[in-house]
């Protein structure tokens, strides 16, 4: 065969597919995961039982750490002393284990992260209850196979005398699987076994009653019951793990946050960095110091608050962004049967109970065939005392040991282990006393004998037996619970006084979209008046509020956004502000067109009313558009074809509405002629459009009241109507004529609105040569609806109105 022909042909995809098959398979059984009768990894069980096989145990001294990882890459774990270390420091770490199954001399690490001494320096030796996981291996109760060089033998599984899996938990991942097993509490875990041997077919409420949720080692609180019961019914679940935190009161009337616990395989140092960053970062006001005064008496992190800070709303601030409270999945997964499952917790209890009753099984059979064993002996020796002058007469006969040994079994029926019992007898034995001795040892081991044959003949005294066992474990060794279960998952409620300073800020809001935010002593500092603005932009909004404030800003394609004020860019009143698209993206042709501050939501009533280019209104309730999503602008209405929103209003659900038209029409009626619908809906029809007309504009207005109607023509009049002069009717009406129709060169409406008498608002257009004019429409002359009003541009050398819109005067929307 030549060198080549060695080597198969195999695609690439086959040869993969099968390498990573067989290394999947390794570490899913072999590395990462847990077994469910014992609850160890691989690495675990090795390094317990190569400290058992070298006697280092809980009742002989410490033991250099190096010596034991040396035995067990030697022995049993051929991998790199760190992983060993790693390990074998985590099962001695009691912020990690909640019943450590390791004692460590030394620095073992901490709940900071700070990793421990090298194991050159640390001592260690198993603690007391790993005594138990141990405890009977001797009897032959597990299998063994050969260690990796076929030099020794180690165990599958340990005979685990507790529920590790369960009392320590487990975390892992492997390819395709990883798991995430909590730890509970020795007492409960145990007396759920006791149950589920009794009551095998005991629900989850029956286990729950005993065994109420976790038990993490670093104590905190579980907040969801009904998590935890997902979890226990599926193996998997989602429950809320918050540390132990009390507000209090200092001297001069100050509070502090004492953090006394935190939640399990938390960092707490990088907890305390995190709060500090807030701090810092002014993410969240209230905040004066955070320090970490932890020391040997125990965990303690203090939070320092400012005077008047609303300690409540800080501390919920800290369990909703940090590590204080965090959310703990189950995923219940172990090795059952070598292959890795998903498994309840009564499965759980199931594997663990079927190993113990194989475990206990072994085991009092192995007493047993010991017992049988000396029976037999005892009762050669007693025969043997009863014959002994012949006994010596024929051994002193024979020629060496064997033929002694020989000459016993012919003579006198011996059995060849009652012989080799009777030849190695020490003389002293042959006492008188010895003969009562054996008779009693005799009757003891009959007693035995016949105990342990009713336990294997009987499930019932088995399970007494496990039972038994397991209750000298809980007496030895069940401690308090730790962590405290509340029912319900408490919703974080955080007012926005608790992460944003309050301050009054001038805001400004142009039609393109460039937004800011200004301090009012910016503002008051500066000379100029007008509002920096781009060529053909203008201000649609200029508002005082509070950086406690949101704003909704509306745009022409139908959509909105959500801006909360603190949120805004902080610039200078002479500075262009920042466009829109850096908090969220706008369409190509889309602009603003409407600016409303909210303050609260809850508090919000009245509706809001759109009207679109194309002849539609809507009416919604306001605090529909309480948006959770503030990254990207959201529907406010669906729009058909290439309608467009012309104008947004704020009403009180008792207002009119005037509707006016491109080609001069006007339209007045009530809003209760618009039904109320949802937020995304389309609307009805406000006004009945003649062929190429469209809505100008739409306005609302107290029903009370008598505004003057002004509106602007593309020829540059300028005209003010009085409301008097129309007649109010009902929805989807064409409306009536405000312009006198011409022949040539007919008025079109470009702008229009309704104008207060106390309001001395200037109306601002633009024309095609890009000059901008301001009109103040009321100290012009009111005219009849036929009139096409006074011209206050000449069009020939300006050219045609492009742009009208009423100029933003500086207001303050939430005055009480």
Same mark, same amino acid.
């Given at each position: 065969m030549s060198q080549t022909e060695k080597y198969l042909d195999l695609p690439l995809e086959e040869v993969i597919g099968d390498r990573f098959g067989r290394y999947s398979k390794y570490i899913i059984q072999d590395r990462a995961l847990p077994d469910a009768r014992d609850g160890l990894k691989p690495v675990q069980r090795r390094i317990l039982y190569a400290m058992h096989m070298e006697r280092n145990t809980h009742d002989k001294h410490f033991r250099k750490s190096a010596k034991t990882v040396g035995t067990v890459i030697g022995n049993y774990h051929p991998h790199g002393d760190s992983s060993v270390y790693d390990a074998m420091v985590r099962l001695s770490q009691d912020w990690k284990v909640r019943n450590g199954l390791i004692e460590m001399h030394g620095n073992n690490g901490s709940i900071d992260g700070d990793p421990p001494a090298a194991m050159r320096y640390?001592?260690?030796?198993?603690?007391?209850?790993?005594?138990?996981?141990?405890?009977?291996?001797?009897?032959?109760?597990?299998?063994?196979?050969?260690?990796?060089?076929?030099?020794?033998?180690?165990?599958?599984?340990?005979?685990?005398?507790?529920?590790?899996?369960?009392?320590n938990g487990s975390t892992g991942i492997s390819a395709g699987y990883a798991t995430d097993i909590p730890p509970h509490n020795l007492e409960e875990v145990m007396d759920a076994v006791i149950l589920k041997i009794d009551k095998p077919e005991a629900s989850i409420d029956d286990l729950m009653k005993l065994m109420k949720g976790p038990d993490f080692p670093t104590g905190g609180i579980i907040q969801g019951v009904e998590g935890i019961r997902k979890a226990y019914e599926t193996g998997r679940g989602k429950i809320i793990v918050r540390g132990k935190a009390v507000v209090e009161t200092m001297k001069g009337g100050r509070e502090q946050i004492v953090v006394t616990e935190v939640p399990f395989e938390v960092n707490k140092a990088t907890m305390v960095k995190k709060m500090d960053e807030l701090r810092i970062d002014r993410k969240v006001e209230g905040i004066a110091e955070v320090r970490d005064e932890t020391d040997r008496t125990g965990l303690r992190v203090v939070i320092e608050l400012k005077k008047d800070a609303n300690s409540e709303g800080v501390l919920n601030y800290l369990y909703k962004n940090t590590d204080l409270q965090i959310t703990y999945h189950f995923n219940m997964v172990a090795i059952q049967d070598k292959t890795p499952k998903l498994l309840s917790l009564p499965s759980l209890l199931d594997a663990y109970i079927a190993h113990q009753k194989e475990v206990v099984t072994r085991q009092i059979t192995?007493?047993?065939?010991?017992?049988?064993?000396?029976?037999?002996?005892?009762?050669?020796?007693?025969?043997?005392?009863?014959?002994?002058?012949?006994?010596?007469?024929?051994?002193?006969?024979?020629?060496?040991?064997?033929?002694?040994?020989?000459?016993?079994?012919?003579?006198?029926?011996?059995?060849?282990?009652?012989?080799?019992?009777?030849?190695?007898?020490?003389?002293?034995?042959?006492?008188? &006393?010895? +003969?009562? =001795?054996?008779?009693? /040892?005799?009757?003891?081991?009959? %007693?035995?004998?016949?105990?342990? !044959?009713?336990? *294997?003949?009987?499930?019932?005294?088995?399970?007494?037996?496990?039972?038994?066992?397991?209750?000298?474990?809980?007496?030895?060794?069940?401690?308090?619970?730790? &962590?405290? +279960?509340? =029912?319900?998952?408490? /919703?974080?409620?955080?007012?926005? %006084?608790?992460?944003?300073?309050? !301050?009054?800020? *001038?805001?400004?809001?142009?039609?393109?979209?460039?937004?800011?935010?200004?301090?009012l002593r910016s503002y008051a500092a500066s000379n100029e008046e007008e509002l920096p603005v781009k060529d053909d932009d203008y201000p649609i909004s200029l508002l005082e509020v509070n950086t406690t404030d949101n704003l909704l800003l509306f745009t022409n394609k139908g959509k909105y956004i959500l801006c909360p004020v603190h949120e805004l860019p902080d610039i200078r009143w002479k500075d262009m502000g920042q466009h829109i698209s850096n908090i969220v993206p706008l369409d190509k042709e889309e602009y603003l067109i409407q600016c409303m501050p909210v303050r609260d939501f809850k508090s919000a009533e009245g509706y809001l009313i759109f009207f679109t280019k194309n002849g539609m209104v809507k009416r919604s309730e306001f605090q529909l558009y309480d948006a959770q999503r503030r990254s990207k602008a959201l529907i406010a209405l669906n729009l058909k074809g290439d309608d467009e929103v012309v104008h947004v209003s704020h009403t009180n659900g008792n207002m009119d509405v005037f509707i006016a038209t491109y080609k001069g029409y006007g339209?007045?009626?009530?809003?209760?002629?618009?039904?109320?619908?949802?937020?995304?809906?389309?609307?009805?029809?406000?006004?009945?459009?003649?062929?190429?007309?469209?809505?100008?504009?739409?306005?609302?207005?107290?029903?009370?009241?008598?505004?003057?109607?002004?509106?602007?023509?593309?020829?540059?009049?300028?005209?003010?109507?009085?409301?008097?002069?129309?007649?109010?009717?009902?929805?989807?009406?064409?409306?009536?004529?405000?312009?006198?129709?011409?022949?040539?060169?007919?008025?079109?409406?470009?702008?229009?609105?309704?104008l207060q008498d106390h309001d001395g608002q200037q109306i601002c257009f633009q024309t095609a040569n890009g000059n901008t004019h301001e009109i103040v429409p009321l100290t012009l002359k009111a005219t009849d609806r036929y009139n096409n009003g006074s011209f206050v541009i000449?069009?020939?050398?300006?050219g045609e109105v492009i742009h009208v819109w009423k100029q933003a005067n500086y207001e303050k929307p939430f005055d009480e």
């Open positions: 640390t001592e260690a030796r198993l603690s007391s209850i790993s005594a138990e996981l141990l405890r009977d291996i001797d009897k032959q109760t597990v299998d063994y196979i050969p260690n990796f060089d076929e030099t020794t033998d180690e165990p599958v599984v340990l005979p685990a005398k507790f529920p590790n899996l369960l009392v192995y007493d047993l065939n010991k017992a049988n064993a000396r029976a037999h002996i005892v009762e050669g020796l007693i025969k043997a005392i009863s014959i002994l002058d012949e006994l010596i007469a024929t051994i002193r006969a024979s020629k060496d040991k064997g033929d002694a040994k020989a000459q016993i079994k012919a003579k006198y029926g011996f059995t060849e282990e009652q012989a080799e019992a009777i030849v190695m007898l020490q003389l002293y034995r042959l006492t008188n &006393t010895d +003969i009562v =001795e054996l008779e009693k /040892e005799a009757a003891e081991l009959k %007693e035995k004998i016949k105990e342990y !044959e009713s336990i *294997l003949s009987s499930d019932k005294k088995l399970f007494q037996t496990i039972k038994k066992e397991l209750r000298q474990i809980k007496k030895k060794f069940a401690d308090p619970r730790r &962590t405290v +279960i509340e =029912e319900k998952i408490e /919703e974080l409620k955080i007012n926005i %006084e608790v992460t944003v300073a309050s !301050e009054d800020v *001038l805001v400004s809001v142009t039609r393109d979209g460039y937004l800011k935010r200004t301090s339209l007045w009626y009530h809003e209760s002629e618009i039904s109320v619908v949802g937020q995304r809906a389309a609307g009805v029809k406000s006004v009945s459009l003649k062929d190429d007309d469209e809505v100008v504009n739409g306005q609302v207005f107290d029903d009370l009241s008598e505004p003057s109607l002004a509106l602007i023509t593309q020829r540059g009049s300028c005209k003010r109507m009085k409301l008097k002069d129309f007649e109010k009717t009902t929805r989807a009406k064409r409306g009536v004529i405000m312009l006198r129709e011409l022949k040539n060169k007919a008025h079109r409406v470009k702008g229009f609105f309704a000449d069009t020939d050398h300006e």
